[in-house]
T-cell receptor, first 114, second 112 residues
Framework: GAGVSQTPSNKVTEKGKYVELRCDPI?????LYWYRQSLGQGPEFLIY????????DSGLPNDRFFAVRPEGSVSTLKIQRTERGDSAVYLC????????????FGEGSRLTVL | QQQVKQSPQSLIVQKGGISIINCAYE??????FPWYQQFPGKGPALLIA?????SEKKEGRFTISFNKSAKQFSLHIMDSQPGDSATYFC???????????FGQGTTLQVKP
């Protein structure tokens, strides 16, 4: 596929469990972003990567959240000790490079913490 | 300083009418102002964007008006169609990072 791919599309987990969400960006896009969207709200910035390094992780809510992009392509958002308040749609986006403007979003991973 | 305030929260327009959504920002360092359209179950998709060196940008039925001194910008959808029914988000950011701050969204319903 030509777009940003996110897996799983839906994840239901229990409070306290560990979760990984995967993002496969558009081929050739060097910049990758993670956003979180709660019901009825706009996307909220979490972190972005330029290449393999996290250029800005100021949006991560606490140290239970961590993201990696080891080879500069696929990224994984990791959430430890999940809480009910973590329930949201986690959106991944990519762009050709930083500063080129348009972000291309995936369809998101819906996380539900019971 | 990082907030982007969007209004109205919801909007109902008749087919053929004009839809207008407004946004205000605080951070004068912002230099990139896009509008995204989101359908249920889908990710946001870029509709149109403007940079502060122009006061208006038009693409088809969609126009952004930008007022730098007031720190406000708006989206106008001309000849609104039922297929335009979606949630619209304004955003603001610094063009050299791509990091965007989104508004709260406006749910638009265009009645046939």
């Amino acid at each position: 596929g030509a777009g940003v791919s996110q897996t799983p599309s839906n994840k239901v987990t229990e409070k306290g469990k560990y979760v990984e969400l995967r993002c496969d960006p558009i081929s050739g896009h060097t910049a990758l972003y993670w956003y979180r969207q709660s019901l009825g709200q706009g996307p909220e910035f979490l972190i972005y990567f330029q290449g393999t390094g996290a250029a800005d992780d100021s949006g991560l809510p606490n140290d239970r959240f961590f993201a990696v992009r080891p080879e500069g392509s696929v990224s994984t958002l990791k959430i430890q000790r999940t809480e009910r308040g973590d329930s949201a749609v986690y959106l991944c986006a990519s762009s050709l490079s930083l500063g080129t403007g348009e972000l291309f979003f995936g369809e998101g991973s819906r996380l539900t913490v019971l | 300083q990082q907030q982007v305030k969007q209004s109205p929260q919801s909007l109902i327009v008749q087919k053929g009418g004009i839809s207008i959504i407004n946004c205000a920002y605080e951070n004068t360092a912002f230099d990139y102002f896009p509008w995204y359209q989101q359908f249920p179950g889908k990710g946001p998709a870029l509709l149109i964007a403007i940079r502060p060196d122009v006061s208006e940008k038009k693409e088809g039925r969609f126009t952004i008006s930008f007022n730098k001194s007031a720190k406000q910008f708006s989206l106008h959808i001309m000849d609104s169609q039922p297929g335009d029914s979606a949630t619209y988000f304004c955003a603001a950011g610094s063009g050299n990072t791509g990091k965007l701050i989104f508004g709260q969204g406006t749910t638009l319903q265009v009645k046939p």
